[in-house]
């Protein structure tokens, strides 16, 4: 027997040898090996506490029956943030957020309570606003000329003519009482802006439908966020919202398919330069303001990918690409790449632009710049479809990182591709849940992916959307899902989430300075506070 036990366990370490985390060089101090001991024993103590199916869960379609760890978040986020696991990792530094979408990333009621400061928002809808048609109906919004202000004093009043603009916060103020009044005002705006779980399991439970609520979101998002004075104040608190989540690094997707904002003068008048001069301006008030309270640490920096959408023609790609290219010799240090976004399934794959992106390649070594690409690609369940094709395309054409590559797990010679190249793929677990490629994170490619030896940085994708705001939720999910992973796996996304940023090695020195000094003073934190009542269960099965 002690032979055979000998060969299990040779056997269990090859399996895992190629995993990122397994062969890391660094290994874990006894700090973190009691540390990771301690992460361990309270996810053991909470699958059977909390996931044990005994807690009525009223939200549950199904049932408290079915809870479990790494189900499905929108029915267990309100379980999730109560557990002492969740604690412990939003206290964790995260490193970097690779994948996420601007436009997606400030909570929804946050985004209506700057819009309602602003007195040129207006908002309007295309059929009466009545209890029974308020949830098929979404609002419009738009920052209005000043000669063009309204005084209409509500939505709801029988007076109103659809298409009717009506100044915001008249709007919130004058709803109908049998809808809720100002609350509900609120409630509905704030549905428009999110996904709930009676969408996503039950009436959208499939990608197709869910989609459509998804791209719903944005299309009612739109008009709130472009609009200068609210977009300044988007961005500060996006980058506040991280690093209180212990995110100090973002590459943020900002989306460039429009080419103007709405100016303060409500004026469809703001090219995109301006966008970056903000931007920048931002992110250099929030580094001094930390600087000034010793907190330099908390934020490194931050780049822009630049993104438009995959429905464009290829003309209207040359468009877009000359512009990438005018931003990049302005901007060198701000923009980071260039990516092309939207629902893969439907929409056009990398092969129909492969020329334009092809001759992009060729521009940038007569300017003599570069601007990699960072691809969404395999966002999709198809296999051998165009969408499941553009992970081929995303490589021959150079990507520098993969966004989703959530079907990659079909492919073994990409993987192997990936591993080969450093070539990291930014997995964004609860977005993949939630727009239904799978039932829940035990069920998610991730641990396969690992095991293959590619590099994976997690990522939240949009955030306000899905309700999964920073990274501590999405790390929550992939740690409880799996036995294998532990305290080093963490590590190893953390550190990851660093060596395949767009910083250059200087911005990445002084990046994994400040994390190391962080993620001592959290190991330390997880031993002086959890040490006690965790040191000394069995340890979780493995």
């Known amino acids: 027997m002690e032979e055979y036990l000998k060969q299990r366990e040779e056997l269990i370490a090859q399996d895992r040898a190629l995993r990122p985390d397994y062969a890391s060089a660094v290994p874990l101090s006894v700090d973190e090996q009691k540390a990771d001991q301690i992460l361990r024993n309270i996810r053991t103590a909470e699958a059977e506490s909390v996931w044990n199916g005994k807690r009525p869960h009223e939200k549950s379609i199904y049932g408290p029956q079915q809870m479990f760890p790494g189900m499905e978040f929108l029915t267990a986020r309100e379980t999730i943030v109560e557990t002492q696991l969740y604690k412990v990792l939003s206290e964790m530094p995260k490193g970097g957020l690779l994948h996420a979408h601007l436009d997606a990333t400030v909570r929804a009621d946050i985004l209506l309570c700057l819009a309602l400061q602003q007195p040129a928002m207006h908002v309007r809808v295309s059929d009466c606003l009545t209890s029974s048609t308020l949830g098929a109906i979404l609002p419009v919004f738009r920052a209005l000329p000043k000669q063009d202000?309204?005084?209409?004093?509500?939505?709801?009043?029988?007076?109103?003519?659809?298409?009717?603009w009506v100044p915001l916060q008249n709007a919130r103020n004058n709803f109908s009482p049998d809808m809720g009044g100002p609350e509900g005002f609120e409630r509905w705006v704030i549905d428009a802006l999110m996904i709930n779980p009676s969408e996503a399991y039950g009436t959208h439970n499939t990608t197709a439908k869910i989609w459509e609520k998804f791209q719903s979101t944005f299309t009612v998002s739109d008009g709130l966020i472009r609009f200068v004075p609210i977009w300044s104040q988007y961005v500060k608190e996006f980058l506040l919202s991280s690093i209180a989540d212990g995110i100090s690094y973002?590459?943020?997707?900002?989306?460039?398919?429009?080419?103007?904002m709405v100016g303060e003068d409500g004026e469809e008048n703001v090219p995109h330069r301006v966008w970056f001069e903000i931007y920048e301006r931002v992110l250099n008030e929030v580094k001094t303001e930390l600087k000034e309270q010793g907190r330099e640490d908390d934020l490194i920096g931050s780049k822009i990918i630049y993104s438009t959408m995959r429905d464009a023609t290829c003309e209207e790609l040359e468009w877009y690409l000359e512009d990438c290219l005018a931003l990049k010799q302005e901007f060198p240090h701000l923009l980071a790449g260039f990516d092309l976004v939207g629902h893969e399934d439907p929409l056009?794959?990398?092969?129909y632009y492969a020329e334009p992106l092809l001759r992009f390649v060729e521009r940038q070594k007569e300017l003599g710049i570069h601007i990699p690409f960072i691809f969404h690609a395999g966002e999709t369940l198809g296999d051998g479809t165009a969408a499941d094709m553009n992970l081929f395309d995303a490589i021959l054409l150079g990507t520098k990182r993969i966004g989703h590559g959530f079907s990659i797990i079909k492919h073994p010679r990409v993987m192997e591709i990936c591993r080969e190249k450093g070539i990291c793929i930014e997995m964004c677990p609860i977005s993949n849940e939630v727009l239904r490629l799978t039932g829940s994170m035990p069920m998610h490619p991730l641990p396969a992916v690992l095991n293959h030896g590619v590099h994976v940085a997690l990522c939240s994708d949009d955030p306000s959307v899905f309700g999964n705001m920073g990274l501590s939720f999405d790390f929550f999910q992939v740690f409880v899902a799996s036995e294998v992973n532990g305290l080093k796996t963490l590590r190893e996304f953390v550190w990851d989430s660093i060596r395949f940023s767009s910083m250059d090695e200087e911005e990445k020195r002084l990046a994994y300075a400040a994390l190391e000094r962080r993620w001592a003073k959290f190991v330390k934190d997880i031993l002086d506070t959890y040490g006690a009542r965790y040191s000394n269960q069995s340890a979780a099965s493995e």
């Open 149 to 164: 202000w309204t005084t209409t004093t509500s939505l709801t009043d029988p007076s109103y003519s659809p298409g009717q």
């Open 250 to 260: 973002v590459e943020p997707r900002i989306m460039f398919w429009f080419k103007h």
């Open 348 to 351: 056009k794959p990398l092969i």
